[in-house]
């Protein structure tokens, strides 16, 4: 990839917590970035005017990720305002937390669509329309390989979006283009700190060799890694970006 010329991206899910952190980043860094949001407008036009204040290029785009159509509108939307895709950031998710026994076809159905049906509409379009030489970055997660109770679904979906990255990476590679996923553990984002009990809260912290929850910005860190020109040999990995949890 030449780095001369603008090179442009979509994060999904990039209203707030990690996917706001990603796209402040890749701003940061000299892309155009598209802010994509399902629901909260406002908070997204306050991420895309924080970086047009810091002098960075950002527009905000709504498109539901579980729409068969929301990846169209997308790339659309980029193409249409920047000219090309280089970057994909499938970061979009949803976790709802439950025993395996309790829970309903309802709830199994969205989060499979979401965070899965997701990230496999982003990789169709992507293998269709993102540049030559381009970066596709999926959002796991560290659950994955810790098996707690009442993650079963949510650690599933990310489990099938691993599999996904690893052969994505196989069929892209003959035009460069790489694909990552990174795996974050516990960050402190209303994702996770919403409905645990400061004293659980405590307890996950503590358990982790650092001493401290993950912060977005440490995830966009390595986000912006495998989406910048330095990462074109890593291909087909998962990066548990966890402080050391195993």
Do not use: C
Not at 15 to 31: H, P, T, V
Not at 113 to 134: M, P, Q, S, Y
Not at 209 to 232: C, E, K, N, Y
């Amino acid at each position: 990839m030449s780095d001369k010329r603008q090179r442009n991206a979509i994060v999904t899910g990039a209203s707030r917590g990690i996917g706001a952190a990603i796209a402040r980043r890749l701003a940061n860094d000299g892309l155009a970035v598209i802010v994509n949001y399902a629901g909260s407008r406002e908070a997204a036009e306050e991420v895309v005017r924080s970086i047009t204040r810091g002098g960075g290029t950002a527009r905000a785009v709504r498109a539901d990720i579980s729409d068969p159509a929301g990846f169209t509108t997308l790339f659309d939307e980029a193409e249409h305002a920047f000219g090309r895709v280089d970057v994909l950031v499938n970061n979009a998710g949803i976790m709802t937390l439950s025993p395996i026994t309790d829970t309903d076809d309802v709830s199994f159905a969205r989060q499979v669509d979401t965070n899965l049906g997701g990230v496999f509409r982003g990789l169709r379009e992507a293998g269709r329309r993102i540049a030559d030489g381009g970066r596709v970055i999926n959002l796991s997660t560290s659950v994955v390989g810790l098996y707690q109770p009442t993650y079963g679904v949510y650690a599933a979906t990310k489990a099938a979006i691993e599999a996904l990255t690893h052969i994505a990476a196989k069929e892209f590679g003959a035009r460069s283009i790489t694909v990552n996923a990174v795996a974050p553990g516990p960050v402190a984002t209303d994702l996770f700190l919403t409905g645990k009990p400061e004293t659980l809260i405590d307890n996950i912290r503590k358990m982790n060799p650092l001493g401290r929850l993950g912060q977005p910005d440490d995830i966009a860190s390595v986000v912006a890694f495998l989406a910048g020109t330095d990462s074109g040999w890593i291909n087909g990995q998962v990066i548990r970006a966890n402080g050391g949890v195993v």
